[in-house]
């Protein structure tokens, strides 16, 4: 048969192993707790910054289209103010033809 096998230790010595044991995961338990409300807080910080980014892009969208719509109008004023130009440059020479031969006379 075997012997018994017999503890050289106290049972205060096990038990304050098994306490210091407890008090170093409790504190390794406080830093990754720590650490979790850090990462909440930068959370909440990116997603503002997010929100703010998404408002930014939004405004810019607003003005890329206003700025599309108007130079969209000025192509449309452009191919208003050609034939204007054409015209009035035509009725200046048809006047000016017309009185040619009167100066002539």
Do not use: C, W
């Amino acid at each position: 048969m075997t012997e018994p096998s017999s503890v050289t230790y106290s049972t205060a010595e096990i038990l304050k192993g098994i306490q210091d044991k407890f008090d170093k995961i409790e504190g390794k338990l406080e830093a990754i707790q720590k650490d979790v409300t850090d990462l909440k807080i930068e959370v909440t910080e990116v997603k503002t910054e997010v929100r703010n980014l998404k408002e930014n892009v939004r405004d810019i969208k607003t003005v890329q289209n206003t700025l599309v719509n108007e130079v969209a109008d000025l192509k449309g004023v452009k191919s208003l103010v050609i034939p204007i130009i054409v015209a009035v440059i035509t009725a200046f020479l048809t006047l000016l033809a017309r009185f040619i031969p009167n100066i002539l006379h």
